[in-house]
């Protein structure tokens, strides 16, 4: 099993190239992979046209020596994840992952890494302007959809570590997809300007096709409906610091669970942890998709289907408010107005829930927590806001000069 990293602010602020471990030729590779990159620039290689599992896990089917013997070198390191003599969270080693497209890219172990760093992280955001650790390297935040939160803490998370910033926002309307350019053509020229590419699309599955085309790094800050990775890191970091634990913790997702890719990535997440109970809370027009269920259900968690949020509320340790995602209705108006406002969270819900659990929202918030919850302790919506940015940099960290 790997050990927690141990970190110091000198290793931190080191640019030094990471070194690459030796793997005995009999290990096992758990990081199943389609494509593979090399460092920044480098070209693309095919492993297999018969590969079924994507290079975006790190714990999906293992692949035998004989296929991870054709990695290149970068990948290589990603065969020695588990090597005890040089585990894969040793400073200086690089990154396990290429890219950061969905939660289920994550285990357990690599989870509590990037928290630890995070945690790094909040001391380097302290003494800002001050750091260089990615000083030389320049950010591309692609964005075809609207952000003010994920946008600005990427954005921030990059200059307070050293790095540069090149930024589009509303690039579905205002860049050349305006006129009819492809995601991949796109891609293919921004990565030419940066370093690493932060994309927001409208489009389920749009950052995968990014990361395909690209030879550089690409972060998924949401693809309409389908995922939010980074938020769901933020949550489950930001769950452990306000509860104290991730196993047995009971959760209750509330609001537009069809269409909100946060809390679908979050469910990927908690599935990870141990005697976890989830509770869907939501209108029958944006209740919880079955493959998430069919998700939860494979891996042993229990969930639970319920119409009734002040009992839920009253056994969770983190209620979860979600808003009613207006833009995916489409001309169904009268959808959007069946959804909205039937689940709020106010002091009535707070007057039931213990002590200890938190009110946590992805944000923005429109009328679904009443702005009196403000005012509670346990109202850490705004304090998990705060956690994008020390998950962003450690991320943007790991992904650009490794651990």
């Known amino acids: 099993m790997a050990s927690s990293p141990s970190f110091s602010m000198s290793a931190l602020h080191s640019t030094c190239t990471p070194r690459v471990p030796n793997c005995p030729k009999e290990f ?25 599992h994507s290079r975006f896990f790190t714990n999906e089917k293992p692949l035998q020596w004989e296929q991870t013997a054709r990695l290149p070198q970068r990948n290589r390191v990603l065969s020695c994840a588990l090597d005890i003599e040089n585990t894969p969270f040793s400073v200086g080693n690089k990154f396990q992952l290429d890219d ?22 909040e001391k380097v955001e302290k003494k800002s302007p001050g750091s260089q650790i990615l000083k030389g390297y320049l950010m591309a935040t692609l964005f075809y959809e609207p952000s003010t939160r994920t946008r600005l803490s990427f954005e921030s998370a990059m200059k307070r570590l050293g790095g540069e910033v ?11 997809a305006a006129k009819g350019e492809t995601l991949e053509d796109t891609i293919r020229t921004v990565e030419g300007y940066s370093d690493i590419i932060v994309m927001r699309h409208f489009e389920s599955g749009a950052a995968r096709r990014a990361a395909v085309t690209a030879e550089i790094p690409i972060i998924n800050a949401g693809d309409g409906p389908g995922q939010h990775p980074t938020q769901a890191l933020l949550d489950v970091y930001t769950i452990e610091r306000e509860i104290g ?25 908690l599935a990870k942890y141990q005697d976890v109970k989830i509770y869907f809370v939501s209108p029958e027009v944006v209740k919880m998709k079955d493959d998430i269920k069919d998700y939860l259900t494979s891996k042993g968690v229990e969930w639970e289907e319920s119409a009734d949020l ?39 819900v707070l007057g039931v829930m ?50």
Not at 100 to 121: G, P, Y
Not at 247 to 254: A, E, F, P, Q, T
Not at 369 to 386: G, L, P, S
């Open 28 to 52: 096992v590779d758990n990081h199943s992979s389609l494509y593979s990159k090399q460092p920044l620039h480098s070209k693309l290689m095919p492993l297999s046209t018969d590969l079924k």
């Open 100 to 121: 950061v497209i969905e939660a289920q890219q994550f285990d357990r172990e690599t989870l509590s890494a990037i928290f630890e760093v995070a945690r790094e992280m």
């Open 166 to 176: 090149l930024t589009t926002e509303n690039a579905r309307e205002f860049s050349s």
């Open 245 to 269: 634990r991730l196993d047995r913790i009971k959760v209750g997702l509330v609001g537009d669970l069809a269409n909100g890719r946060t809390v679908r990535s979050l469910a990927y997440l």
């Open 310 to 348: 002040m009992e839920v509320a009253s056994k969770c340790d983190v209620v979860y408010q979600t808003r009613i995602q207006r833009e995916r209705f489409g001309e169904r108006a009268d959808l959007y107005e069946e959804a909205r406002g039937k689940y709020i969270v106010d002091r009535d």
């Open 354 to 403: 213990q002590k200890h659990a938190v009110v946590m929202h992805p944000l923005p918030r429109l009328d679904e927590i009443t702005v009196d919850v403000d005012e509670d302790q346990r109202a850490a919506y705004f304090r998990q806001a705060k956690n994008g940015l020390y998950i962003r940099m450690a991320l943007l960290k790991l992904l650009l000069v490794g651990w």
